[in-house]
C-alpha cells in the first residue's frame, strides 16, 4: 500500500476523524480547543479566578455535557444512546485525558507542566469524574459482588477470560478484517500502546513486600528490563514503522473513540488513588488476563494479510508474556491481597469487573471504527472507478 494511502487510514485528515469533529457541536469543539490553550496559560489559577470569556465557554459546555449524559439509566444508555449523548462523552474523556496525561512525561517543553497541580483542573477533573464514575457503578450489582467469595470468584472468573468463547468483534478482527481496518486498529491502540503500563508506575510507591516486588517484576518486564529494543512500546513502534504510519505519541487522538477513552482515564483514576489501590490490581487483573485471546485474534489477522513478522511482533509478545503476567497477577498479588484486606478484598472483584466491562465496551467501539474505516476505503474506490 502506497505510504499516502497508509498515513490516511488513521490520521487526523481522514474522512472518519473529520466526520467526528463535525458531529461535535460547536459549542463542545470550541470549548475543547480553547481548554487546550488553557493548559498552556501562565499562572492558570489566576486566570481561571477571574472568569474570562475562555474559562466562561469551557465551563458552560462542561456543564451542558454533563447535565446531559449523567444520570442516564444503564438501560436508555443500552438501547437508545445516541450521537447527542456520545458527542458529550467524548468532549468530556477527552477533557480528562488532556488533564490526566500531565500526570506522565512527555520529554516535550518543560512550560507544559507549570500547571501540573492546579488547583482549578484538579477540581475539573474530580466533577467529572464523579458523575462518570457514578454512572459506570451504575452498570454493575456491586451489593452482590461484595457477598461473593473473593477468592472463589476470582478463580471462576480467571479461568473463563483466559480462553473465553470468541466474540462477534474478536472473529471479525480473525477473519475479515482487511489491510486498512487493521491500520486503523493500529491507529487507535496506539494511544496507549507507545506509553504502555505507565500508570502502573504510579502504584509502585512504597515500602517493599512480595506483592509490590512481584507488581514491579511485571512493570519491569512490560519496561524490557531497562533496554530500549525490548521494551514494549518499542514493539509496537516497530509495528506502526513497518506500516508506514506515523510514531509520534498521540498522532492519532482524533481517532480514539470515546470508549477507549474511558478506559484509559479510568486507569488514570485508579492508580493515582491509593484508595482505590485494590480496585486497580483487579482492573490489571482482568488485563493481564484476558488479553491473550484478544491479541491472538489481531495476530491471526496479521498472519491473514501476510504482513511482516515486524507488523504483529508487539501481539505475539504479549500473547507470550501476558499468559505468565496473568498467573502472577492471580496468585503471587490479587489472591495474597484479598487475604491481606478481609474486609475490603470484595474491590478487587469490582475492579476485575469493571475493567471487564469497561473493556468489553472499548472493543466494540474500535470495530465499529475499523468497519467505518474500511467502508469509506470502499466508497471511495467506488467513486474513483465511476469517475474512471
Given amino acids: 500500500m502506497p505510504s499516502n494511502e497508509a498515513e490516511d487510514i488513521g ?25 487546550a490553550e488553557l493548559l498552556k496559560a501562565k499562572f492558570l489559577d489566576d486566570y481561571v479566578r477571574h472568569q474570562p470569556p475562555r474559562v466562561r465557554l469551557i465551563e458552560s459546555a462542561v456543564e451542558k455535557a454533563l447535565s446531559s449524559i449523567y444520570p442516564i439509566p444503564v438501560e436508555a444508555f443500552k438501547s437508545q444512546s445516541g450521537q447527542a449523548e456520545d458527542c458529550a462523552r467524548l468532549f468530556l474523556q477527552r477533557v480528562l485525558y488532556r488533564i490526566n496525561r500531565l500526570k506522565l512525561f512527555w520529554f516535550d517543553d518543560l512550560n507544559n507542566y507549570d500547571n501540573e497541580h492546579s488547583a482549578y483542573l484538579h477540581e475539573l477533573r474530580d466533577r467529572i469524574e464523579q458523575a462518570w464514575q457514578a454512572w459506570e457503578l451504575s452498570f454493575l450489582d456491586v451489593a452482590a459482588v461484595r457477598r461473593e467469595d473473593v477468592r472463589a470468584a ?39 500502546g507507545l506509553v504502555e503500563a505507565s ?11 512480595d506483592i509490590h516486588s512481584m507488581l514491579t517484576r511485571v512493570l519491569v518486564e512490560e519496561y524490557g528490563g531497562g533496554k530500549l529494543n ?24 482524533d481517532v480514539v473513540p470515546w470508549e477507549v ?8 483514576l485508579l492508580s493515582e488513588r491509593k484508595r ?3 480496585r486497580y490490581v483487579g482492573g490489571l487483573l482482568y488485563t493481564e488476563i484476558s488479553v491473550p485471546a484478544a491479541f491472538d485474534n489481531y495476530r491471526a489477522a496479521a498472519e491473514r494479510l501476510v504482513l511482516p513478522k515486524a507488523a ?21 498479588i490479587a489472591l495474597p491481597l484479598a487475604t491481606r484486606y478481609p474486609a475490603e478484598a470484595w474491590e478487587i472483584t469490582l475492579g ?37
Fill in 352 to 388: 476485575y469487573d469493571q475493567q471487564k466491562l469497561i473493556s468489553e465496551r472499548s472493543g466494540a467501539s474500535v470495530a465499529r471504527s475499523v468497519r467505518a474505516a474500511e467502508i469509506e476505503a470502499a466508497d471511495q474506490r467506488t467513486v474513483r472507478q465511476s469517475a474512471a
Fill in 11 to 35: 490520521c487526523g485528515r481522514s474522512t472518519y476523524a473529520a466526520m467526528v469533529k463535525s458531529r461535535l457541536p460547536a459549542e463542545y469543539a470550541d470549548a475543547e480547543e480553547n481548554f
Fill in 154 to 192: 476470582l478463580l471462576r472468573r480467571a479461568d473463563y477470560d483466559v480462553s473465553p468463547p470468541p466474540s462477534p468483534s474478536g472473529l471479525y478482527f480473525r477473519d475479515h478484517v482487511g489491510q486498512i481496518g487493521y491500520r486503523r486498529l493500529l491507529a487507535i491502540a496506539s494511544l496507549d
Fill in 230 to 253: 525490548r521494551k514494549h512500546s518499542t514493539f509496537f513502534t516497530a509495528m506502526l514503522n513497518e506500516l508506514e504510519m506515523r510514531t509520534d505519541p498521540e498522532a492519532y487522538f
Fill in 261 to 268: 477513552l474511558a478506559g484509559i482515564n479510568h486507569s488514570f
Fill in 312 to 332: 504483529r511482533g508487539y501481539w505475539e509478545l504479549h500473547i507470550r508474556e501476558d499468559k505468565r503476567h496473568g498467573q502472577w497477577m492471580l496468585h503471587d
Fill in 199 to 209: 500508570q502502573l508506575s504510579r502504584t509502585l510507591g512504597g515500602v517493599s513486600n
Fill in 276 to 278: 482505590f489501590y485494590l
